[in-house]
């Protein structure tokens, strides 16, 4: 058995740190008891680009294609919809209640000289995929390092 030295000042919480804590044991995760009806929830979103697009993908379970709503403007990729968890018993006296009925909304910005007016959105297994075409000046391109000495060369031949 290791002895440990004993510091009180260390298991004390700042009276910021309870109140932060009571705050988001009350509101922000709600205890299983009163349940999660109505509430609003953002897509976890991963967004990377290859050489040809930009492709963002959002995780929305349980979301049909018909309940969810695609919009590109200024440079900003706005999906919003709604989700369903489930139809509610009226008849019935809930011990649990964790299918939910919510709405969704996340924004988030966009790189410049993208084709919106190409972009492709499917989903699959839950998850969102939204492809967006780069404009043929975002696209990379290659260019060749000459030496010194070939360039002058060349310039001596056009002569």
């Keep these: 058995m290791a002895i440990v030295r004993w510091q009180p000042f260390s298991d004390l919480m700042s009276l910021r740190q309870a109140m932060d804590q009571l705050m988001e044991d009350s509101f922000v995760r709600p205890s299983r008891s009163v349940g999660v009806m109505n509430r609003e ?7 990377y680009q290859t050489k040809d697009e930009v492709v963002v993908k959002a995780t929305v ?14 440079d900003v990729l706005t999906i919003k919809g709604k989700a369903e968890g489930g139809k509610e018993v009226k008849d019935e006296d809930y011990l649990y209640r964790e299918h939910y009925h919510t709405s969704f909304a ?54």
């Design 61 to 74: 379970p349980g979301v049909k294609e018909d309940d969810v709503e695609i919009n590109i403007a200024d």
């Design 41 to 47: 929830i953002q897509p976890l979103i991963d967004m």
């Design 106 to 159: 996340r924004s988030i910005g966009l790189p410049g000289s993208l084709k919106t007016e190409k972009a492709e959105a499917t989903t699959e297994d839950g998850v969102l995929t939204i492809k967006i075409p780069k404009a043929e000046e975002a696209k990379p391109k290659k260019i060749e390092v000459k030496a010194r000495k070939a360039i002058e060369g060349e310039k001596k031949e056009k002569k």
